[in-house]
């Protein structure tokens, strides 16, 4: 069993004004406890996360977020990196997405390619765009 973590969990987790804060703290909560077994995420989600920190003028918590992970190695999930086969298998879902007018980043497209190709089941987001593809925990 295994769980993949979204951008907007790490948002709501570090930022305590926003309004998912407090289920992202009970969610883990329930991570601690390994309710779902090894967490995962990837080198396009921190992106996206010290992105989003950075562009809102938090630029201190990205650096905090950032030195916990790589320099003080308090990783909050193994980081996924995205091969070949990631990223044909993210494009096609993209464009699959596309067709459908669904509102998938290709971030998103990446997460779902990863969690297929690892066999994970569970991914902890609070978008929509997600149901239907994988068991969202929101």
């Known amino acids: 069993m295994a769980i993949f973590l979204d951008t907007g969990f790490y948002i709501a987790f570090y930022n305590n004004k926003d309004k998912y804060h407090s289920r992202a703290l009970e969610i883990f909560q329930d991570l601690k406890s390994n309710n779902y ?11 996206e996360l010290f992105t989003f920190f950075q ?14 992970w790589f320099e003080e190695d308090q990783q909050f999930g193994t980081i996924l990196f995205s091969t070949q086969n990631i990223l044909s298998a993210a494009t096609k879902i993209f464009s ?10 290709f971030t998103d497209c990446l997460i779902i390619a990863n969690c297929k190709e690892i066999g994970i089941s569970n991914l902890v987001s ?13």
Do not use: C, P
């Not at 562009?55 to 916990?68: D, F, M, T, V, W």
């Not at 609070?126 to 929101?138: M, P, T, Y």
């Open 55 to 68: 562009r809102n003028n938090n630029q201190l918590i990205a650096n905090r977020i950032i030195k916990s």
């Open 37 to 47: 077994g090894k967490i995962f995420t990837s080198l396009d989600v921190l992106d």
């Open 126 to 138: 609070f978008e929509s765009g997600f149901h239907n593809l994988i068991n969202v925990i929101q």
């Open 96 to 105: 699959e997405q596309s067709q459908e007018r669904k509102s998938l980043s």
